[in-house]
């Protein structure tokens, strides 16, 4: 395994601002400062060490480019620069398998040879805005993605039959329609323009199906590795009701729906819905379901009608979830929720109203999803607490605004906040 690396992009990029620390200090960095934040909230949790990846580069499945014209005009690929329009050179990057690497080499090269119009966002002139690539890593199956400011693409056609001759591991390509001035890669019109729109992976002993909106772990084998870490620690019975929140495309229900009596699968994204309800049928699993729903407006409304699950997992964006949803899902009493995330900030953040509502954490695992960068992803078990039950239930909610004491750390502070405005709205 290759430690560590030098890479002289890596701070224009910013993809990868780690890479040239040795590994082992990168995770030993990442969990003093998940220390410092769990230490900084008050909670009395564990941290345990970050399970470190086998291989440090080349796991990225998920790569948007953009396109630019150098001093001689000849176009080349890359990365954005934090904060700007700026494409930066990363042919080669060592955090994209070599496959993803080649395929955008070639279509860089070819961009160039059939003079397809480069988009500029300072004028809002040209065609070609972004590619988008996907890739299965077990199956090596690849997806393409076009992104355009119109639809009539020039040359598309020659494009096209030119990646598939030259790379028969790319089983669909699409184009989608972005003429709008925004930093939002994908928007809602695609069209197929070869193969079935999503491409698959196998995940364990499940496949997964996804299309190019649809969110799936951007790291193969720590989701894995994450995956059975959750299924160990919530210990299923195959008696279990099962809510999966902020599903994706169903990856964490459908790993968890063997030792399970049911699982219901929550998530926004209609595009996802309809991918894990495939992959539902692609892997013969007949005791999950999967709704199109907002993961709060679900939860507040399955408390509303009682409903019971015994196990709640999460697995929100880097935004962390809502007030509403954690006391919704607390009322709810299940016996275990297992909480997954991509920023330790927001889930301790969480953490803290969970446990006004009488759930607690005693540890907190890391897993390092993304070696080489600042992210680390993070899950904790959370069990009904008897004591902090009983001091919700006879405190209730407060009835008026409170002034942060001194003592209180700013999680709790926001915590204040967040209530505050929550009832100036009602008003």
């Known amino acids: 395994m290759r430690f560590f690396m030098k890479c002289p992009k890596a701070k224009l990029c910013g993809g990868c601002p780690l890479i040239s620390v040795p590994y082992k200090q990168q995770a030993q960095k990442k969990q003093k400062q998940v220390e410092e934040l769990v230490k900084k909230s008050g ?32 176009v080349y690929s890359g990365l954005y620069a934090p904060k700007s329009h700026r494409v930066i050179n990363t042919s080669g990057c060592a955090m994209q398998p070599a496959i993803v690497n080649r395929i955008i080499d070639a279509i860089t090269r070819m961009v160039g040879s059939m003079k397809i119009q480069i988009y500029n966002p300072k004028t809002g002139t040209g065609l070609l805005r972004h590619v988008l690539i996907r890739y299965g890593k077990e199956t090596d199956q690849v997806m393409v993605v076009f992104v355009t400011a119109e639809k009539n693409f020039p040359s598309r056609k020659n494009l096209v039959n030119a990646l598939r001759t030259e790379f028969p591991q790319i089983t669909t390509i699409l184009q989608n329609i972005n003429p709008r001035d925004t930093s939002i890669v994908l928007q809602d019109e695609t069209l197929l323009l070869y193969g079935k729109g999503m491409i698959e992976d196998q995940l364990g002993p499940i496949k997964i199906a996804f299309s190019p909106s649809a969110f799936y772990q951007i790291n193969h084998d720590q989701c894995l590795v994450l995956y059975e870490m959750a299924k160990q620690s919530l210990g299923l019975t195959k008696t279990e009701a099962v809510l999966d929140t902020y599903c994706g495309v169903g990856s964490i229900g459908l790993f968890m729906a063997d030792a399970c009596k049911r699982v219901v699968g929550v998530e926004i994204n209609k595009d996802a ?150 009832k100036n709205k009602k008003r």
Request: proline residues 7%; glycine residues 4%; contains cysteine.
């Open 43 to 74: 909670l009395k949790i564990t941290v345990n060490p970050v399970v470190m990846a086998k291989e440090p580069f080349g796991y990225r499945n998920k790569v948007i480019v953009g396109f630019a014209k150098d001093r001689e005009k000849k």
């Open 273 to 422: 819905i309809v991918n894990a309800r495939y992959n539902a049928q692609l892997n013969h699993i007949d005791n999950i379901r999967f709704v199109a729903e907002d993961s709060t407006k679900f939860m507040v409304d399955a408390a509303k009608r009682h409903n019971y699950y015994d196990v709640i997992i999460l697995d929100p964006p880097r935004a962390g979830t809502t007030p509403a949803f954690i006391e919704s899902a607390c009322a709810l009493k299940p016996k275990k929720i297992l909480y997954i995330s991509c920023d330790p900030t927001t889930q301790i953040r969480d953490l803290l109203i969970f446990r006004k509502h009488g759930y607690v954490t005693h540890q907190l695992s890391l897993v390092d999803m993304f070696p080489n960068t600042e992210h680390v992803e993070s899950i904790c078990l959370l069990t009904p607490s008897k004591n902090a039950s009983k001091k919700f239930e006879k405190k209730g909610p407060s009835k008026g605004a409170q002034k942060p004491k001194k003592d209180l750390n700013p999680y709790e502070k926001a915590l204040l906040e967040l209530k505050q405005s929550k």
